[in-house]
């Protein structure tokens, strides 16, 4: 029986391919972080663009309203101030309940991370 190989040349080998599995794990954590950071920034993205067209929306919907409101009082005055009522009300009612409404977004982020998220330890296995 013909022993070719040193038990140092063993070893050196082994330490290489658990560096190489080592790197490779690193990289693979890198790269799910990365698509938890897209998802969430995709997330953050599409919620901006749905409060400004929804900004815009009610914008145009108090604009006609006041002018309604105008008609009804008699004055372009009377009804815009009946406007600004309903929107001191509308924030009153924001304010009141912040507290609530950040909680809700933190949770559908913290649910956005936790979806299908899988921890992978960075132990070897041989």
């Known amino acids: 029986m013909n022993r070719d190989y040193k ?3 063993i070893a050196s080998c082994i330490k290489n391919d658990l560096i190489g599995l080592g790197v ?3 990289q693979l954590l890198k790269l799910q972080g ?3 950071l897209s998802r969430i920034g995709a997330l ?3 919620n901006i663009i749905v409060i400004f067209l929804a900004f815009f929306a009610s914008l ?3 604009i006609a309203l006041g ?3 105008s008609d009804l009082v008699g004055n372009f005055a009377g009804g815009f101030a009946l406007v600004l009522l309903l929107y ?3 924030f009153g009612i924001f304010f009141v309940f912040r507290n609530a409404i950040c909680t809700g977004f ?3 982020l913290l649910r956005e991370l936790e979806q299908d998220f899988e921890f992978q330890s960075l132990e070897f296995r041989v």
Do not use: H, M, R, S
């Open 24 to 26: 490779t794990k690193l």
């Open 44 to 46: 953050l993205l599409w």
């Open 88 to 90: 001191v009300g509308i």
């Open 60 to 62: 145009f919907a108090f």
């Open 7 to 9: 038990l140092g040349d």
């Open 34 to 36: 990365f698509e938890k």
């Open 67 to 69: 002018f309604w409101f």
């Open 106 to 108: 933190q949770n559908k």
